[in-house]
């Protein structure tokens, strides 16, 4: 007997969700229809490759870390892998602006950690006292408690006041776009907590991480930590959008609520059809699976609605090589909140990318915060590239007109995993035994990268995998059926 699956969402971590939904029903004799439903004409959410010319540029994510399995396995499933291309080794440093100017981050950060001591000692970026105090690190005993604390606190507490405002604040917001002073340590990077725990220093920790990589195949000598295709990451989804022969995938349909409909549920569109499942996957920002399950359980809504989300825009610039004053010898620049500028990196694209931008050509890329204060007017295109050119004017004496820009918009794109984070996720989950077959995936919950969006689809993949098995069997079993 069929059974039916709905997954809301064609980001990564929807379409993740629909071809393992579709490989393990495969590989079970499970006769399974699935449906896709994605609001936007497009698929891909957060991940928008446009081409120009020879230029790839990315308007939102623009690669992902190998050190978590779940991309690179998905790629290697897809046939990907030979088209998966490393960031630029030779020029891989990261600068920080330092009133004005760029100041290399010190080499061999691991997880944001420093695990060399000569480019610590030798970095102009902090003052001798508060190289000094990042030491103690080695000393300090470890946090005797178990609550969560914030990822400021928990730098501070181990590296200082100094280094946390001018390294790992300025990394954290290039990641959350957010306030690292909010931010919960235990459920933006859980393994400094264990790291902590365990060797009481996070340097003992990040150099046992490295040790330990240095032997694995998995970032060997092969894959350097930050992967892309060659073409950008679209080529991702739009290899999985090809695998996807038997799901019905369908764009500018939003689902509107979801509401139980006999053993399973029944999903209303906008364009009002109801589509029945026996089992459903939201895939989509939390606050949109908030709005779809109010009229399911108004008490899972508020849960789901109190996970804040930051709004930020990309600005990609092209130049000629020409224009510029000096070479790009690095990967761009991240911006602590004391410069007090409205960008919060620079992505030198094609220095970082060489194959994104054709040879004699530069593109840079501007990761601009934007307010979600309701009296903010959203900027125009042509204010955010104001805003991108008077930073690169100021930052790089760039003043050149640029041969073309693109401007993207992110509104509400990044979730904030703020104190009290991992409680409030517990507090979702403890709901799912009142809702068998309805499942939670995306960036929202355990992670906002790639590869942690992958492996949610994944999950939640093989928890309704199960659940329609079971499904399956107690229809065939129901009294008075003839198997
Ligand atoms: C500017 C930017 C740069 C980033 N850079 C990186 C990076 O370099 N590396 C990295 O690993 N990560 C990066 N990230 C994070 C990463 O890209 C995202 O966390 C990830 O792509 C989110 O995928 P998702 O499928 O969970 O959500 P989304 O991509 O948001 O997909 C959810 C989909 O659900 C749809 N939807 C919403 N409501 C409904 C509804 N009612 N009905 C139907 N459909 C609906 C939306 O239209 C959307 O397409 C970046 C994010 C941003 C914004």
Same mark, same amino acid.
């Given at each position: 007997m069929v059974v039916k699956a709905v997954v809301v969402g064609g980001g990564i971590s929807g379409l993740s969700a629909a071809y393992y939904l579709q490989r393990k029903a495969s590989e079970r004799g499970l006769p399974l229809e699935i449906t896709l439903l994605e609001k936007?004409?497009?698929?891909g959410g957060k991940i928008l490759t446009e081409s120009i010319g020879d230029f790839v540029i990315e308007g939102g994510a623009d690669a992902f870390v190998s050190t978590k399995p779940w991309a690179v396995d998905l790629c290697r499933e897809l046939k990907l892998e030979d088209r998966l291309q490393e960031v630029n080794l030779q020029k891989r440093s990261v600068f920080v602006l330092q009133q004005g100017k760029l100041v290399a981050l010190p080499d061999g950060l691991v997880s944001m950690v420093p695990t060399m001591f000569w480019p610590i000692i030798k970095s102009?970026?902090?003052?001798l006292k508060g190289k000094l105090r990042m030491a103690l690190d080695f000393l300090l005993p470890a946090r005797k408690e178990d609550g969560d604390e914030s990822i400021g606190e928990l730098f501070t507490r181990r590296f200082g006041r100094e280094a946390y405002e001018k390294m790992f604040a300025p990394l954290m917001s290039g990641i959350y776009a957010g306030d690292g002073d909010r931010l919960s340590a235990q459920s933006t990077f859980p393994l400094l907590r264990e790291w902590e725990r365990r060797h009481a220093s996070l340097i003992r920790g990040a150099l046992a991480l490295k040790r330990q990589r240095r032997q694995?195949?998995?970032?060997?000598?092969? /894959?350097?930590?930050f992967l892309t295709p060659r073409a950008g990451l679209a080529e991702i989804f739009e290899a999985l959008v090809e695998r996807l022969s038997k799901v019905d995938l369908r764009t500018?349909?939003?689902?509107r609520d979801i509401t139980r409909y006999r053993e399973g549920y029944q999903v209303t569109t906008d364009d009002g059809q109801y589509i029945t499942a026996d089992a459903i996957i939201l895939a989509t920002p939390s606050f949109a699976a908030a709005s779809m399950v109010r009229g399911l359980d108004p008490t899972l809504s508020t849960l789901l609605g109190e996970i804040k989300y930051v709004s930020s825009a990309t600005v990609s610039l092209a130049f000629r090589e020409?224009?510029?004053?000096?070479?790009?010898?690095? /990967?761009g620049y991240i911006v602590p909140h004391?410069?007090?500028?409205?960008?919060l990196a620079c992505t030198w694209t094609s220095s970082k990318f060489?194959?994104?931008?054709?040879?004699?050509y530069v593109l840079l890329r501007l990761f601009i915060r934007i307010t979600n204060?309701?009296?903010?007017?959203?900027?125009?295109d042509e204010v955010l590239i104001e805003i991108a050119s008077r930073e690169l004017a100021k930052t790089?004496?760039?003043?050149a007109d640029p041969m073309f820009t693109r401007v993207y918009r992110w509104p509400s794109a990044t979730p904030q995993y703020n104190l009290g984070h991992s409680e409030r996720i517990a507090a979702i989950q403890g709901f799912s035994g009142k809702y068998p077959g309805l499942f939670l995936a995306g960036?929202?919950?355990?992670?906002?990268?790639i590869p942690d969006c992958i492996h949610s689809g994944k999950t939640a993949a093989d928890n309704a995998i199960e659940h329609l098995i079971q499904r399956s069997i107690s229809r065939r079993l129901k009294p008075g059926k003839v198997l």
């Amino acid at each position: 007997m069929v059974v039916k699956a709905v997954v809301v969402g064609g980001g990564i971590s929807g379409l993740s969700a629909a071809y393992y939904l579709q490989r393990k029903a495969s590989e079970r004799g499970l006769p399974l229809e699935i449906t896709l439903l994605e609001k936007d004409s497009r698929l891909g959410g957060k991940i928008l490759t446009e081409s120009i010319g020879d230029f790839v540029i990315e308007g939102g994510a623009d690669a992902f870390v190998s050190t978590k399995p779940w991309a690179v396995d998905l790629c290697r499933e897809l046939k990907l892998e030979d088209r998966l291309q490393e960031v630029n080794l030779q020029k891989r440093s990261v600068f920080v602006l330092q009133q004005g100017k760029l100041v290399a981050l010190p080499d061999g950060l691991v997880s944001m950690v420093p695990t060399m001591f000569w480019p610590i000692i030798k970095s102009p970026l902090l003052s001798l006292k508060g190289k000094l105090r990042m030491a103690l690190d080695f000393l300090l005993p470890a946090r005797k408690e178990d609550g969560d604390e914030s990822i400021g606190e928990l730098f501070t507490r181990r590296f200082g006041r100094e280094a946390y405002e001018k390294m790992f604040a300025p990394l954290m917001s290039g990641i959350y776009a957010g306030d690292g002073d909010r931010l919960s340590a235990q459920s933006t990077f859980p393994l400094l907590r264990e790291w902590e725990r365990r060797h009481a220093s996070l340097i003992r920790g990040a150099l046992a991480l490295k040790r330990q990589r240095r032997q694995s195949s998995f970032t060997s000598k092969k /894959h350097s930590i930050f992967l892309t295709p060659r073409a950008g990451l679209a080529e991702i989804f739009e290899a999985l959008v090809e695998r996807l022969s038997k799901v019905d995938l369908r764009t500018g349909i939003a689902a509107r609520d979801i509401t139980r409909y006999r053993e399973g549920y029944q999903v209303t569109t906008d364009d009002g059809q109801y589509i029945t499942a026996d089992a459903i996957i939201l895939a989509t920002p939390s606050f949109a699976a908030a709005s779809m399950v109010r009229g399911l359980d108004p008490t899972l809504s508020t849960l789901l609605g109190e996970i804040k989300y930051v709004s930020s825009a990309t600005v990609s610039l092209a130049f000629r090589e020409e224009d510029l004053h000096s070479p790009l010898n690095g /990967h761009g620049y991240i911006v602590p909140h004391a410069e007090n500028r409205a960008v919060l990196a620079c992505t030198w694209t094609s220095s970082k990318f060489p194959h994104r931008a054709p040879k004699g050509y530069v593109l840079l890329r501007l990761f601009i915060r934007i307010t979600n204060s309701a009296t903010d007017h959203d900027p125009s295109d042509e204010v955010l590239i104001e805003i991108a050119s008077r930073e690169l004017a100021k930052t790089l004496e760039l003043i050149a007109d640029p041969m073309f820009t693109r401007v993207y918009r992110w509104p509400s794109a990044t979730p904030q995993y703020n104190l009290g984070h991992s409680e409030r996720i517990a507090a979702i989950q403890g709901f799912s035994g009142k809702y068998p077959g309805l499942f939670l995936a995306g960036a929202g919950y355990t992670g906002i990268g790639i590869p942690d969006c992958i492996h949610s689809g994944k999950t939640a993949a093989d928890n309704a995998i199960e659940h329609l098995i079971q499904r399956s069997i107690s229809r065939r079993l129901k009294p008075g059926k003839v198997l």
